[in-house]
């Protein structure tokens, strides 16, 4: 019994300690009537202008802490919303819904509000005591804010709001203003940056830059940066950032493929004559292949001769999150490299570039590589020295000599001699790889035989067995990287890889702007139309005579000071264009005999105009074609800017 005895007592005065915390909580009875009018009028101010309100009980609780009950007939339920929106912009404070009641005999509507500071359904976790006794450094946005406000509306239309005016955090400094809700103002603005090809944290820099801009002054700039509903946080960027690539880009995971092959189908309905084949990924042994022949592409392979001779194939990867092997076909031309097509796969193994190939080769036009055909391909393709990818293409295309970049070769013998691996000493290398150096660039195939024989019994290469076998075993591919086994084929002086290496700075500077693509669909959205529209550019400018920079005198040539730099060709005066003028002589098929302007009468350089497409137009070309004796069959292959007849539709 004495214990029961004891817990009623005690609850006794449970109850009574609750209801005098109760009263004590809203009787502010140190103040005078005078500074309760005070308060009170004070409170009222809080609420929104252009309602009318009558209070129907006031009670301070202290200067800042009160209890206002009043009701309103202007306040209805459909212009509620705007009152509450109103209230918290005067107010500076977020209230979200605690609970909605149904309706009832008595109410229509009853509907409690918490502050933000209060989270619901309060797990350990959130316990902000607890966090804070963790870390007291942390954020803590949980405060169990006791701010309470109840809207009741009665069948009568009449509004009674009780509004327990209890904050235990600061309402107005600038961390308070920094857990406001995110405005869709805002979050429209970020969207815009993303559309625009910006990154979370490039995207944030250029909204600051802004919205400093925008600001009268420091102060201004700080208070509006750290207002969440203006300036979205740092990890607000990266969410909405998520948000923006699964809603255009199908996301990081399987959905993106729909949206892939969504992407498409769409871009072959709107681009005739663009041809695109893919193969869906699915797990390793199924890899992810898209061949893609644009419009231009398109128009390359039956317009551009070179794309007959000579291809340059590389790939690159790093342009997007999951790590794809882009690889480009492209040709050379006067106005630089043009591409041809081109493949993106998930893998590098041998059988899938090899299916991806041949996805490419089936999607090519008939008269493809300037009409040798789709399956029988250019004469020459120049690569570095990937063996899957030669064989890949060796495969796909048999019939082409698959040669080898001369500048990657040296590198990678440069790169075998430093490998500590192979312990050649730091004195030998260079010796053993100007040896090699020679072999490589032996004029004749006697020549080479010589050298490469004098490289194997050389002294110091034959202290190192490794290099003697290394170097017997680069023997085999002896026709695809000496130069003298090329003399018959019509590379034209091209014996790297320089034109397709040059290609993927276009695409990841100027057009990807050094970050990667957020993921695959997104990279094909770059490659289709702005890599397309590049190419497009570039050839139309040469056309319109806009090319600007020094590669313009490629074209034109360059004046003969010191200040005119240091590319291209010297204008020739009247005097030398008249004694070349003089000199030279055609024979049928537009061949020239033309003389050396430099040395007097000893060199002589025959010219094919129609068939002779170097990658610079010489000074040659340029008095002929000024001297407006050839047809302007040549405009084809050479922008002559000096000509008014060029129209783009020779280019495009
Ligand atoms: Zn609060």
């Not at 309103?72 to 977020?94: A, C, M, P, R, Y």
């Not at 509903?229 to 740092?234: A, D, M, V």
Request: glycine share 4%.
């Amino acid at each position: 019994m004495s214990v029961r005895n004891l817990i009623v007592e005690n609850f006794d005065q449970l109850v009574d300690s609750a209801l005098n915390e109760l009263s004590n909580r809203y009787e502010h009875n140190e103040c005078s009537f005078e500074e309760k009018e005070n308060l009170r009028r004070r409170a009222v101010e809080r609420l929104p202008d252009g309602y009318e309100y009558q209070v129907n009980a006031f009670r301070p609780r202290s200067k800042s802490k009160f209890k206002l009950c009043f009701s309103s007939k202007d306040v209805k339920i459909d212009n509620l919303e705007g009152w509450l929106i109103e209230f918290q912009s005067i107010n500076k404070v977020t209230l979200k819904v605690k609970v909605k009641k149904k309706a009832t005999k008595g109410y229509l509507l009853q509907h409690y509000y918490r502050c933000q500071h209060n989270t619901r359904n309060l797990s350990p976790s959130k316990d902000p005591q607890r966090k804070l006794s963790l870390n007291p450094t942390a954020r803590v946005k949980n405060t169990n804010c006791p701010f309470q406000l109840i809207v009741k509306v009665t069948h009568c239309d009449v509004c009674t709001i009780d509004i327990d005016w209890d904050h235990n955090h600061a309402t107005d400094n600038l961390e308070a203003s920094n857990f406001k809700e995110l405005s869709s103002d805002c979050v429209h603005k970020v969207h815009s940056l993303f559309e625009a090809g910006e990154t979370p944290s490039t995207a944030r820099q250029k909204f600051l830059r802004e919205l400093k801009s925008m600001c009268k002054d420091e102060i201004d700039f700080h208070i509006k940066k750290a207002d969440r509903s203006i300036t979205p946080r740092q990890r607000d960027f990266r969410h909405i950032y998520e948000q923006y690539g699964k809603q255009k880009f199908g996301g990081k995971n399987e959905e993106m493929f729909e949206k892939l092959a969504e992407k498409i189908e769409l871009y072959k309905t709107k681009n005739k004559e663009a041809s695109i084949d893919y193969q869906m990924y699915g797990g390793d042994a199924v890899p992810l292949l898209i061949a893609i022949v644009t419009p231009l592409m398109n128009r390359v392979h039956s317009e551009v001769q070179q794309c007959g001779e000579l291809i340059f194939v590389d790939s690159t990867s790093n342009t997007e999150e999951h790590n794809l092997k882009v690889f480009l076909l492209c040709t050379h031309s006067v106005a630089g490299a043009l591409p041809c097509g081109l493949l993106i796969t998930s893998d590098e193994k041998e059988a899938t570039l090899k299916r991806g190939f041949e996805m490419l080769r089936n999607i090519l036009p008939e008269s493809a590589f300037f009409s040798s055909g789709k399956s029988v391909g250019p004469k020459t393709m120049i690569t570095d020295n990937c063996k899957e990818e030669r064989d890949a293409l060796k495969s796909t295309w048999p019939s082409v000599t698959v040669l080898l970049c001369t500048f990657h070769m040296l590198q990678q013998t440069w790169r075998w001699l430093t490998d500590k691996n192979h312990g050649v000493m730091q004195g030998d290398r260079p010796h053993i790889l100007s040896k090699f150096k020679e072999a490589l660039f032996a004029n004749s195939q006697e020549l080479f035989e010589k050298l490469y024989i004098s490289l194997l019994s050389d002294k110091i290469v034959q202290n190192y067995d490794k290099a003697v076998r290394y170097f017997s075993e680069l023997y085999v591919d002896r026709e695809a990287f000496a130069l003298c086994f090329r003399s018959s084929l019509l590379v034209r002086g091209n014996q790297t890889n320089n034109f397709v290496e040059s290609q993927f700075l276009v695409l990841k500077d100027i057009i990807l702007r050094r970050t990667k693509e957020y993921n695959v669909v997104a990279l094909l959205d770059k490659i289709v139309v702005d890599l397309e529209d590049h190419y497009k550019t570039k050839l139309l400018s040469i056309a319109d005579g806009s090319y600007d920079g020094h590669f313009r005198r490629r074209f034109v040539g360059r004046g003969k000071t010191s200040k005119c730099g240091g590319q291209g060709y010297t204008t020739p005066n009247e005097d030398e264009r008249r004694n070349f003028l003089e000199s030279v002589k055609q024979f049928p098929n537009d061949i020239f005999e033309v003389k050396s302007l430099k040395s007097s009468g000893t060199r002589f350089v025959l010219l094919k105009l129609l068939t002779v497409i170097m990658s610079t137009q010489c000074v040659h070309l340029f008095i002929i074609l000024d001297n407006k004796s050839m047809s302007n069959n040549l405009l084809k292959h050479f922008g002559d800017i000096s000509s008014s007849n060029v129209t783009p539709s020779n280019f495009t």
